[in-house]
Protein backbone atom coordinates (compact mmCIF):
# COMPACT_ATOMS: atom_id res chain seq x y z
CA UNK A 1 0.00 0.00 0.00
CA UNK A 2 1.04 3.64 -0.32
CA UNK A 3 2.11 5.57 2.39
CA UNK A 4 2.11 8.69 3.55
CA UNK A 5 2.68 11.62 0.88
CA UNK A 6 3.83 15.16 1.51
CA UNK A 7 4.57 18.00 -0.06
CA UNK A 8 7.05 19.71 -0.82
CA UNK A 9 9.73 17.92 0.71
CA UNK A 10 12.21 20.75 1.15
CA UNK A 11 11.29 24.81 1.62
CA UNK A 12 13.11 28.09 2.37
CA UNK A 13 11.36 31.12 2.79
CA UNK A 14 12.10 34.75 4.62
CA UNK A 15 10.62 35.40 7.82
CA UNK A 16 7.02 36.78 7.87
CA UNK A 17 6.29 35.31 4.63
CA UNK A 18 3.93 32.41 4.07
CA UNK A 19 4.15 28.96 3.57
CA UNK A 20 1.62 26.14 3.32
CA UNK A 21 2.78 21.80 3.19
CA UNK A 22 0.42 19.21 1.78
CA UNK A 23 -0.27 15.53 3.33
CA UNK A 24 -2.01 12.57 1.79
CA UNK A 25 -2.93 9.75 4.42
CA UNK A 26 -3.35 6.38 4.09
CA UNK A 27 -6.20 5.34 2.01
CA UNK A 28 -8.66 4.59 4.76
CA UNK A 29 -7.03 6.38 7.52
CA UNK A 30 -9.35 8.41 9.53
CA UNK A 31 -7.20 9.89 11.78
CA UNK A 32 -4.31 12.54 10.80
CA UNK A 33 -1.33 14.10 12.54
CA UNK A 34 0.84 17.08 12.26
CA UNK A 35 3.96 17.18 14.32
CA UNK A 36 6.85 19.70 14.64
CA UNK A 37 10.09 18.42 14.68
CA UNK A 38 12.96 20.99 15.98
CA UNK A 39 16.67 19.72 15.22
CA UNK A 40 17.41 17.58 18.09
CA UNK A 41 14.15 17.72 19.44
CA UNK A 42 11.40 14.80 19.30
CA UNK A 43 8.32 15.45 17.30
CA UNK A 44 5.72 18.09 18.86
CA UNK A 45 1.97 17.05 18.02
CA UNK A 46 0.82 20.13 16.23
CA UNK A 47 -2.75 19.24 15.33
CA UNK A 48 -4.82 16.24 15.12
CA UNK A 49 -7.92 15.34 12.90
CA UNK A 50 -10.33 12.42 13.51
CA UNK A 51 -12.05 12.59 9.51
CA UNK A 52 -12.47 16.01 9.08
CA UNK A 53 -13.05 17.19 12.28
CA UNK A 54 -10.02 18.52 14.81
CA UNK A 55 -10.19 16.19 18.39
CA UNK A 56 -6.69 18.18 19.35
CA UNK A 57 -4.99 21.48 18.13
CA UNK A 58 -3.88 22.41 22.04
CA UNK A 59 0.10 23.13 20.58
CA UNK A 60 -0.99 24.61 17.94
CA UNK A 61 -0.33 28.27 17.58
CA UNK A 62 -3.12 29.80 16.33
CA UNK A 63 -2.15 33.32 15.87
CA UNK A 64 0.22 32.15 13.00
CA UNK A 65 -0.67 28.61 12.01
CA UNK A 66 -3.79 27.56 10.42
CA UNK A 67 -4.59 23.66 9.11
CA UNK A 68 -7.61 22.33 7.68
CA UNK A 69 -8.47 18.88 6.35
CA UNK A 70 -11.25 18.89 4.00
CA UNK A 71 -13.70 16.00 2.87
CA UNK A 72 -11.36 14.04 6.33
CA UNK A 73 -8.87 13.01 3.07
CA UNK A 74 -5.97 15.30 2.46
CA UNK A 75 -4.64 18.06 4.66
CA UNK A 76 -3.00 21.42 4.57
CA UNK A 77 -1.05 23.25 7.52
CA UNK A 78 -0.11 26.62 6.91
CA UNK A 79 2.03 29.23 8.68
CA UNK A 80 1.61 33.03 8.08
CA UNK A 81 3.59 34.86 8.76
CA UNK A 82 6.52 32.18 9.26
CA UNK A 83 9.10 33.36 12.08
CA UNK A 84 12.59 31.93 12.29
CA UNK A 85 11.86 29.51 15.54
CA UNK A 86 9.69 27.98 12.57
CA UNK A 87 12.27 26.72 11.14
CA UNK A 88 12.15 22.75 11.47
CA UNK A 89 10.91 19.15 9.69
CA UNK A 90 7.33 19.44 9.91
CA UNK A 91 5.54 15.54 9.83
CA UNK A 92 2.43 14.61 9.06
CA UNK A 93 0.93 10.96 9.95
CA UNK A 94 -2.09 8.92 10.05
CA UNK A 95 -3.27 6.00 11.92
CA UNK A 96 -6.77 3.80 10.98
CA UNK A 97 -8.01 5.52 14.43
CA UNK A 98 -9.52 2.33 15.71
CA UNK A 99 -9.41 0.61 18.76
CA UNK A 100 -6.46 -0.40 19.16
CA UNK A 101 -4.90 0.30 16.34
CA UNK A 102 -5.02 4.24 17.10
CA UNK A 103 -1.70 4.46 18.18
CA UNK A 104 -0.04 2.88 14.93
CA UNK A 105 0.80 6.01 13.42
CA UNK A 106 2.30 5.71 9.53
CA UNK A 107 4.63 8.85 9.28
CA UNK A 108 5.31 10.79 5.85
CA UNK A 109 8.67 11.46 4.63
CA UNK A 110 8.18 15.25 6.18
CA UNK A 111 8.87 19.00 4.62
CA UNK A 112 12.07 20.57 5.88
CA UNK A 113 11.23 24.08 6.60
CA UNK A 114 13.90 26.77 6.69
CA UNK A 115 13.63 30.37 7.58
CA UNK A 116 15.69 33.11 6.88
CA UNK B 1 1.58 16.16 32.35
CA UNK B 2 3.12 12.94 30.93
CA UNK B 3 6.68 13.43 29.64
CA UNK B 4 9.52 10.84 27.97
CA UNK B 5 13.14 11.05 28.95
CA UNK B 6 15.68 9.47 26.65
CA UNK B 7 19.22 9.98 29.08
CA UNK B 8 21.40 9.44 26.42
CA UNK B 9 21.67 12.26 23.18
CA UNK B 10 23.83 9.88 21.64
CA UNK B 11 25.04 5.74 21.79
CA UNK B 12 28.09 4.66 20.09
CA UNK B 13 28.16 0.42 19.96
CA UNK B 14 30.71 -1.95 17.64
CA UNK B 15 28.66 -4.00 14.91
CA UNK B 16 28.07 -7.18 16.57
CA UNK B 17 27.90 -5.74 20.44
CA UNK B 18 24.58 -5.77 22.42
CA UNK B 19 22.62 -2.67 22.53
CA UNK B 20 20.20 -0.86 25.27
CA UNK B 21 18.67 2.37 24.93
CA UNK B 22 16.72 4.14 27.91
CA UNK B 23 13.74 5.32 28.10
CA UNK B 24 12.07 6.74 31.72
CA UNK B 25 8.18 7.90 31.29
CA UNK B 26 6.09 10.17 33.77
CA UNK B 27 2.18 9.69 33.25
CA UNK B 28 -0.47 9.04 35.62
CA UNK B 29 -2.38 6.42 34.19
CA UNK B 30 -1.20 2.74 32.98
CA UNK B 31 0.76 3.99 29.61
CA UNK B 32 0.60 3.02 26.06
CA UNK B 33 4.28 3.08 25.69
CA UNK B 34 6.64 2.95 21.84
CA UNK B 35 9.49 2.70 20.29
CA UNK B 36 9.91 4.21 16.88
CA UNK B 37 12.91 4.73 14.45
CA UNK B 38 14.37 7.82 12.41
CA UNK B 39 16.41 7.08 9.60
CA UNK B 40 18.15 10.51 7.99
CA UNK B 41 15.49 11.38 5.42
CA UNK B 42 12.72 9.50 6.34
CA UNK B 43 9.64 9.41 8.81
CA UNK B 44 9.69 7.60 11.64
CA UNK B 45 8.47 3.80 11.70
CA UNK B 46 7.00 2.06 14.28
CA UNK B 47 9.51 -0.93 16.23
CA UNK B 48 7.46 -1.83 18.80
CA UNK B 49 4.21 -1.44 21.11
CA UNK B 50 3.45 -1.84 24.73
CA UNK B 51 -0.77 -1.93 25.94
CA UNK B 52 -0.94 -4.39 28.29
CA UNK B 53 -0.03 -8.17 29.11
CA UNK B 54 3.50 -9.73 28.89
CA UNK B 55 5.81 -6.82 29.90
CA UNK B 56 8.17 -8.05 27.17
CA UNK B 57 7.36 -7.09 23.72
CA UNK B 58 9.12 -8.34 20.71
CA UNK B 59 9.26 -5.63 17.60
CA UNK B 60 10.42 -5.69 14.15
CA UNK B 61 14.56 -5.83 13.08
CA UNK B 62 14.95 -8.04 15.79
CA UNK B 63 14.28 -5.18 18.61
CA UNK B 64 12.47 -5.81 21.74
CA UNK B 65 11.54 -4.04 25.01
CA UNK B 66 10.99 -4.41 29.22
CA UNK B 67 8.42 -2.31 30.82
CA UNK B 68 9.13 -2.25 34.51
CA UNK B 69 6.34 -0.24 36.01
CA UNK B 70 8.62 -0.05 39.12
CA UNK B 71 11.16 1.90 37.49
CA UNK B 72 8.40 4.16 34.77
CA UNK B 73 11.54 2.12 32.16
CA UNK B 74 11.09 1.00 28.70
CA UNK B 75 13.87 0.22 27.75
CA UNK B 76 14.79 -1.44 24.01
CA UNK B 77 17.34 -3.87 23.38
CA UNK B 78 18.71 -5.74 21.22
CA UNK B 79 21.56 -8.41 21.22
CA UNK B 80 23.47 -7.50 18.01
CA UNK B 81 23.88 -4.33 16.40
CA UNK B 82 23.69 -4.14 12.71
CA UNK B 83 25.44 -1.31 10.64
CA UNK B 84 21.78 -1.02 9.04
CA UNK B 85 20.62 0.01 13.14
CA UNK B 86 22.31 3.40 12.86
CA UNK B 87 19.10 6.22 13.33
CA UNK B 88 17.65 8.11 15.64
CA UNK B 89 15.67 6.76 18.15
CA UNK B 90 12.51 7.89 19.58
CA UNK B 91 10.28 6.45 22.72
CA UNK B 92 6.53 7.82 23.33
CA UNK B 93 3.82 7.42 25.34
CA UNK B 94 0.24 7.41 24.25
CA UNK B 95 -2.19 9.61 25.98
CA UNK B 96 -5.49 10.18 25.30
CA UNK B 97 -7.27 9.00 21.96
CA UNK B 98 -4.15 8.18 20.09
CA UNK B 99 -2.12 11.21 20.87
CA UNK B 100 1.73 10.52 21.52
CA UNK B 101 4.24 12.28 23.59
CA UNK B 102 7.92 11.33 22.28
CA UNK B 103 11.18 12.13 23.78
CA UNK B 104 14.07 13.79 22.44
CA UNK B 105 15.53 10.82 20.71
CA UNK B 106 19.08 8.88 21.02
CA UNK B 107 21.54 9.03 18.40
CA UNK B 108 22.81 5.14 17.43
CA UNK B 109 25.87 5.23 15.69
CA UNK B 110 27.19 1.93 14.60
CA UNK B 111 30.98 1.59 14.72
CA UNK B 112 33.17 -1.24 12.40
Known amino acids: EAGVAQSPRYKIIEKRQSVAFWCNPISGHATLYWYQQILGQGPKLLIQFQNNGVVDDSQLPKDRFSAERLKGVDSTLKIQPAKLEDSAVYLCASSLGTLGRAYEQYFGPGTRLTVT | AQSVTQPNIHITVSEGASLELRCNYSYGATPYLFWYVQSPGQGLQLLLK??????LVQGIKGFEAEFKRSQSSFNLRKPSVHWSDAAEYFCAVGRGYSTLTFGKGTMLLVSP
Open chain 2, 50 to 55: YFSGDT
